[in-house]
């Protein structure tokens, strides 16, 4: 049952093909929504913590490699076997109420995610003298346009291609900046230490995360051994981002004009220098770029899934999401303090998601052979609560 039953999922043209052949051929869905989860957001969460911590909190990142695996790895194994996503599963094995019940908010968890990547966009464009008024109803039509387009399969190759120019730009700032002296352990009970905790917890693991890689791999295929190996690759990947990320921002000023879109680029460029400065305002709006596209995607095959519509609804899905997500940072001047709170609501809306996918794996009746047992029903549960715990930590 490794192999996606034939006849379970009927898809239009796959959207995740790249490669046709050879040993890359089923590569992409964990790759993609790593890379994604390296996001504008995220990005301004790693500043916030090297401003305020330096590389006190590098330990912690390490550590979210694992939970950041084990939740994904459940949800691509599910895609993998079944040949179907979330949405579909939920609704094929309770009922479309129950279904639309935990997508929904998923739905919703997700235009809060494009409020952060839209949020980080217009602070990252005021680096290039680009205002929020002009920057975010221009990038609202090229993230429209590109699903519009309809040739999903090369917007794969182009979100193949930003997550390369992602790593270029991550590890060219690092450089320009240089490795300080630093130690990387440290830990705190302070308010601001245990919230960037939390920050960081809900920047490594979202809702649309669970989708997008189920559905991605029902449609491309693949073994659940494939599954495994490309999903701790990406997590490696993706946590090795955030924490080159962290020693960028290290010595950055945390002071109030930190927040604002001219105090974040003159403490950007006090650190980095004026290429370094051009080089990470290309890395956010570029990542940015790429979430905005996998959120939207996960977001709306989730929603038409559940709910059993066509998928010729996904677009208009994919587009009213969005609305809401362009006009809220031109309503709120602190950018960066948006995004942080977003990252912490980020980790509850979690717990919906996260537990049916933790149920289906498990499933027999679903799963077969390939259910979760023992050390990966163990690791998934204890992953799940262990990020969700650290939301309810900084509520407190």
Known sequence: MEQA???SLAPTPSIFA????????????????MMADVDAASILTAFATGAAYHY???WFLALLVVPLFFIQEAAGRIGAVTGKGLGELARGRYSTTVSALIVFPMAGADVVCYIAEYAAIALALTIFGIPPL???PAVFVAHVALVAGGKIRWVERVLMA?????IITVLVALFLRGVLPYSPVYVSSAPAYVFLMAANAGAVVMPFMLFYQSSATAERGGTVRHVRRETLFAAVASEVLMIALVMIAAGLSPS????SPRGFSSALSAVA??????VLGVGLVAAAFLAL???SLGSAWGVVEALGLPRSRVFWVYALESVPAVIVPLLIPSLLTLVLVLMVALVLILVGPGILVGRLAADPGIMGSSASRGFWKIGYWASLAFVVGCGVIALV
């Open 56 to 58: 006190a909190l590098l």
């Open 162 to 166: 930003i997550s390369g120019l992602l």
């Open 134 to 136: 002009l920057s975010l």
């Open 273 to 278: 220098g004026p290429y370094g400065l051009v």
């Open 5 to 7: 039953q034939a006849g």
């Open 293 to 295: 596209v996998v959120i």
């Open 256 to 259: 109030t004009s930190f927040f």
């Open 18 to 33: 790249p490669f046709a052949t050879g040993r890359f051929r089923h590569w992409g869905p964990a790759w993609i929504v």
